[in-house]
Each structure stands twice: as C-alpha cells, then as structure tokens.
C-alpha cells in the first residue's frame, strides 16, 4: 500500500533516510509490543536510529547530516510507523523540530548552526511542546534582568526524559505589546525544570510524552528565538506549521498503512466472502485519498516553506483526512481480522489505540473546518486553543 517518495534533498546515490529506516525496521518492531504494553520509551528503536544516522537526517549536508527535505522526512516517518507508531511519533517531534531548525539556519538566524551541529556530532534530541503550545501556550514569561523568568506546565513533550533541549513557548504580558507569545530554547537540565512520571495513556504507550514543569527558569535573551502576537497563526507558526504537521501526518499514515497490511494478510485466508471484499475495498480507497491529500500539501510547502496561511490551511486539511481516514481504515482492520485482533500484542490492536491520538494535534479536524470555512467567507481568522 505505501508509496515511494522520491527523493529530492539527500543524494539519490545512496540510500535515502526511508531506505534506511526500512533496513532496520524490523528490529524496531521487534520491542514495540512490549514497550506499548509497559508505557516504557522505545530507548532500542532510538539506538537504531542513532546507528543509522537518522536523528540527523533534516541536518543540512555542510553540517553532517543528510539535508532532508520535509518530503523526505514525511517518508521517514511513514515507513517508521509501519513498524512502530510510538518510534515515528516520537522522533517525529524530534525531526521537525529540527527541520525549523535547518530553515533558520538557511537564513543566517541565531543560534541555529550551533544547535544543528549539536545534532549532528553529538545526535541529541530536540523536545518539542507544541501539542499543547500553539496559539495559547501553557505558561508565563515575566521581563528579568537579562531575560525572563518562565513558570509552567508542559504536556505531549514527547521522549521528553531523554532530549537535551526543549523547543517551548510561552505567554508574555508586554507592557507596549499587549499579550505575547515567546518562542523559547530551555535545556532539559536547566534548574526548574522538572520531567513528571505521568504518561500513561490508551496508545502511542512508547513515545515517553510526560510532561514537564518549568518553575521560575531562567531563559537569557538569545535563548528567546520569537516574539510573536497571542493567539494568532503569524508568519513565524505558519512556517512551524507546514514544516511540523507533514511530518506528523506521515507518522500516522503510516500507523494506518500498518493496519491495513496485516488485514490484508489476515483476509487473504477468506477468499471469496464479498464483505471482506468491499472492507478491504474501503481501507485502501481511504488510504489512497489520504496519501494524496498529504502529497498535495507537500507540493505547496515545498523544499523551503514560506509563511503562508493558504498553505497552512492545506496542510491541516490533509492532517483532518489522515486522522479521520486513519481511525476508519484501524478500524475496519480490527472487523476484517475479527477476534485475534482484539488481543494485547496484535498489530491491529495496538495501531487501533495509536491512531487515536491523530486528532489531539492542533488544528482539531473540526477546528480545521472552523478556519477553512472563515477563509472562504472573508471572515478574521478564529483564536484556536492549543
């Protein structure tokens, strides 16, 4: 069911980052069941994507890395949730966070080269808070003597106990400004901030998203990398957002695609029912349309995004279709198989519980209607909660 992407950024004479990922793709679903079943962090899929070099795939290629493009990596991550839909989500956070990371390097902005060759020698891991900071973040900045003092808490910090960096944001009361957003780089070691122990959910078991406490931790000024208004898609989160929700989308497809494949193989022993036929039928129509509506907004974000709401609004329509045709075709997966895939330790059952949290990222599939429908009518653009 999966199609290649091609690439465009890495060198086409050797393999690209999805050819790797393939290559030790089975390795990394060999410890997915039980990680699902213990919440624990799939620590062996990040050593295999360490020895690969995939955690410094978006590096640009003058720094160490493979200069992924965001094609590229939406490939990456789609082939890795076909073996492990905690690996891909997870290091999925870690990978757009890095790809933002490239795009400010190419235009000369501070502090991105030295973060990228951090990733590149070192291969740490950047933790991103954005599902629950996007338009309203979750916690307080106050104006110190060389910075700020930040206060809050942070959730969905995925493979949050094991990055060196937290890419976070949040609110500032400007006294000129009015309400403001600031983008903020925090070190997970920096005093005040704390990892909690509390990630314990239906699916994506692996992706060790605890939260994190910030506590009057102090952020100097070259580490606030924006100052943007409150409540508000601007230019700076449209670029976050075309670069960031491709990748996660293709997590996600490929969590589905998984499914999907293991009812087909369930299915072929029930040659002939005409049912099955037509679930099947079902499954992969959704998957295709899915798949289009995701290469269709690559095509708008390109090789090097621009701010762009038109795009935005692109992007979130093809993550409404993956969510929704995702949870339909992990669903029909479950009805094709029948009762084997009920049980703990089937792949169907657990992409079943991992597609769930599709629809937890920003925008909501309903709120995307909510601002596609203001767009067409010329109406201000909605305040989207986080």
Not at 112 to 132: H, K, N, P
Request: net charge negative.
């Amino acid at each position: 069911m999966t199609t290649t992407l091609q690439p465009t950024g890495a060198s086409a004479t050797r393999p690209t980052p999805a050819d790797r990922a393939a290559q030790v793709g089975a390795r990394i679903a060999a410890h997915a069941a039980r990680h699902d079943a213990e919440g624990s962090f799939v620590s062996e899929a990040y050593d295999e994507l360490r020895a690969a070099g995939l955690l410094r795939a978006a590096v640009p290629v003058e720094l160490g890395g493979d200069g992924a493009t965001v094609r590229e990596l939406v490939a990456l991550q789609r082939e890795l949730g076909h073996h492990c839909g905690a690996t891909a989500l997870a290091s999925a956070m870690h990978q757009h966070v890095v790809a933002f990371t490239a795009w400010r390097y190419r235009r000369g902005l501070p502090g991105a080269e030295a973060t990228l060759r951090r990733v590149a020698e070192e291969q740490i891991l950047l933790v991103s808070t954005g599902g629950g900071d996007y338009t309203q973040p979750q916690g307080e900045a106050v104006r110190v003597d060389g910075g700020f003092r930040v206060t809050g808490r942070k959730r969905f910090a995925s493979q949050s106990r094991h990055g060196a960096v937290i890419a976070t944001m949040a609110c500032y009361d400007d006294p000129e400004q009015g309400r403001r957003v600031l983008n903020l780089a925090v070190p997970v070691g920096a005093e005040g901030v704390t990892v909690a122990d509390n990630w314990d959910t239906l699916g994506m078991r692996g992706t060790a998203s605890h939260d994190i406490d910030l506590v009057d931790v102090f952020v100097p000024d070259d580490k606030v990398l924006a100052n943007r208004p409150w409540g508000v898609v601007d230019p700076p989160l449209q670029v976050i957002s075309s670069i960031a929700f491709p990748i996660i989308c293709g997590a996600y497809l490929g969590v589905a695609e998984a499914a999907y494949d293991a009812a087909v193989a369930a299915a072929v022993r029930r040659s002939g029912d005409v049912a099955v036929q037509r679930q099947v039928g079902v499954m992969r129509s959704r998957l295709r349309v899915a798949g289009w509506a995701l290469d269709g907004a690559l095509a708008l974000v390109g090789d090097d995004p621009v701010p762009s709401r038109a795009t935005v609004l692109a992007v979130m329509t093809a993550k409404a279709e993956v969510a929704r045709a995702g949870v339909e075709v992990c669903d029909l997966a479950m009805e094709v198989v029948g009762g084997p895939a009920y049980f703990r330790g089937s792949v169907i059952e657990r992409c079943y519980r991992d597609i769930r949290a599709a629809k937890f990222h920003p925008f909501s599939p309903e709120q995307t209607l909510v601002h596609l429908g203001a767009d067409a009518l010329g109406e201000p653009v909605p305040i989207t909660e986080s």
